[in-house]
């Protein structure tokens, strides 16, 4: 099921591997709406098991990103045409979750640049400065972004600042970040926090490898979804560094 009946050139993970993504059927407009409910449940559901709160993915190519993009939504009902009309379905999720759940417990991930899963759009800053700002009165915990493309491909000028100064709150940074990309978006003020994925998954021990400035290992993409320890559990924690020539001021600035 899709925005619309469009085909992604793209492969989904299956048990039998990556597969072609077949054509989805376009939602009907009621279902849309059960679907906003299923989101709450979901999020009802999360907090009965004992997570903290949720992050709602409005990112990367799922169901609430493709009703973003005019790529892949054709829609002619509320949930299609207008930028006002495309972002109805995310601001729909979200007040349900914030009620079911509290504003507080609840996040939103957005990935303006990202092609993954053949995504796209026509005006990605203005959609997304529009998001943004939607967002802003909702009093959510924070705004995650995905910056750039996580393929790695060139991607035009964004103005990721923008996104933070329309938004208000609290914004959280992702994709391909390193130390001195980390702490430079930092002292730029396009967001407040980073978040680190593949670079976990290659160092167990992040953390203590960024506070000491070693070398970081890389992770392996090949063994990404390989299903077993390999690329998983058996990346090495750090034995010995040499401490990096700022680790002094690290120390006396936390103590």
């Not at 705004?143 to 964004?158: N, Y």
Request: charged share 25%.
């Amino acid at each position: 099921m899709a925005p619309s009946a469009i085909k992604p050139n793209a492969r989904a993970f299956t048990k039998k591997g990556f597969e072609p993504i077949p054509t989805p059927r376009a939602l009907e407009t009621e279902e849309v709406r059960a679907i906003v409910r299923q989101y709450a449940k979901a999020a009802q559901n999360a907090m009965t098991a004992g997570f903290d709160g949720v992050e709602v993915h409005a990112a990367n190519g799922y169901l609430i990103d493709q009703f973003l993009r005019d790529r892949t939504n054709k829609r002619s009902d509320q949930y299609g045409g207008s930028i006002e009309n495309r972002t109805r379905f995310l601001l729909e999720v979200t007040d349900a979750i914030t009620s079911a759940v509290g504003r507080e417990r609840v996040g939103v991930r957005i990935s303006p640049q990202n092609t993954q899963n053949d995504i796209d759009d026509t005006n990605s800053q203005v959609l997304f400065n529009y998001v943004a700002n939607s967002l802003a009165g909702k009093g959510i915990a924070y705004l995650h972004i995905v910056e750039g493309d996580t393929s790695g491909k060139p991607v035009p000028r964004f103005d990721y600042a923008a996104l933070k100064r329309l938004f208000g709150g609290l914004v959280i940074a992702n994709n391909n970040f390193d130390w001195t990309r980390a702490n430079a978006a930092l002292a730029e003020g396009r967001t407040d926090m980073i978040a680190f994925g593949k670079p976990f998954i290659a160092n167990p021990d992040l953390v203590i490898r960024l506070f000491l400035g070693a070398r970081l290992a890389v992770a392996n993409r090949e063994t990404f979804y390989g299903g077993g320890e390999e690329g998983y559990t058996d990346y090495q924690v750090l034995r010995s560094a040499e401490p990096a020539p700022c680790y002094q001021d690290h120390e006396r600035a936390w103590g």
